[in-house]
């Protein structure tokens, strides 16, 4: 009887320590606002449009740039040749990762069309027809990665692409810099490559 009992308590002891295996899935990920839309749309408007001589190419802009989420891209890796401060390096890569999150909003992005990315990443079939039928259409589109601020918001990464698919096409990192007015001007054009 007594090895029933001590059978009995630890079976209740182990029950009672088990945790449960069911878990709550992870929160839905989400666009979390780092800096203000209206700041990324001014710069977007104004600087590229005026300013950028492969954004202002295309008619058409991809409401999504297809980025790498699990681990910096060469793009991110860049920020480290520049003369900012880690605090700030640090919050353009917070940005750079939770930009997976982002569309452009066509009804606030002025003189192009907004189209769809591309969902068919995985299948190479689905993603070259979707690809030809953007460029009978279009002849060609706009990605735009970024802007992306320094905390201060007096310095803006950007990664421009043209794509007129296959082998045509041109893109860059720029970066710009305001000056004591309150204008941007480029300051660095990093990273170009021309198809």
């Given at each position: 009887?007594?090895?029933?009992?001590?059978?009995?308590?630890?079976?209740l002891?182990a029950?009672?320590?088990r945790r449960?295996?069911?878990?709550?899935?992870?929160?839905?990920?989400?666009?979390?606002?780092?800096?203000?839309?209206?700041?990324?749309?001014h710069?977007?408007?104004?600087?590229?449009?005026?300013?950028?001589?492969?954004?202002?190419?295309g008619?058409?802009?991809?409401?999504?740039?297809?980025?790498?989420?699990?681990?910096?891209?060469?793009f991110?890796?860049?920020?480290?040749?520049?003369?900012?401060?880690?605090a700030?390096?640090?919050?353009?890569?917070?940005?750079?990762?939770?930009?997976h999150?982002?569309?452009?909003?066509?009804?606030?992005?002025?003189?192009k069309?907004?189209?769809?990315?591309?969902t068919?990443a995985?299948d190479?079939?689905?993603?070259?027809?979707?690809g030809?039928?953007?460029l009978e259409?279009?002849?060609?589109?706009?990605?735009?990665?970024?802007?992306?601020?320094?905390?201060?918001?007096?310095?803006a990464?950007?990664q421009c692409?043209?794509s007129?698919y296959?082998?045509c096409?041109?893109?860059?990192?720029?970066?710009?810099?305001?000056?004591?007015?309150?204008?941007?001007?480029l300051y660095?054009?990093?990273?170009?490559?021309?198809?």
């Amino acid at each position: 009887m007594k090895s029933l009992s001590i059978l009995l308590f630890a079976s209740l002891l182990a029950a009672s320590c088990r945790r449960d295996v069911r878990q709550t899935p992870p929160p839905e990920p989400h666009y979390e606002a780092l800096v203000s839309d209206s700041l990324i749309y001014h710069f977007l408007n104004t600087t590229l449009l005026k300013e950028n001589p492969i954004y202002k190419f295309g008619p058409v802009l991809l409401d999504q740039a297809p980025i790498i989420i699990n681990g910096d891209s060469s793009f991110v890796a860049q920020l480290d040749t520049l003369r900012l401060s880690t605090a700030d390096r640090d919050f353009i890569r917070r940005q750079y990762r939770n930009s997976h999150y982002f569309a452009w909003d066509g009804k606030r992005v002025k003189d192009k069309i907004v189209v769809a990315a591309d969902t068919t990443a995985g299948d190479r079939q689905a993603r070259r027809a979707y690809g030809r039928r953007l460029l009978e259409r279009y002849h060609g589109v706009t990605s735009v990665l970024g802007p992306f601020f320094n905390q201060k918001g007096d310095v803006a990464v950007v990664q421009c692409n043209y794509s007129c698919y296959g082998l045509c096409g041109e893109g860059a990192t720029f970066i710009y810099r305001k000056d004591a007015n309150g204008n941007w001007y480029l300051y660095l054009k990093r990273n170009r490559w021309i198809s």
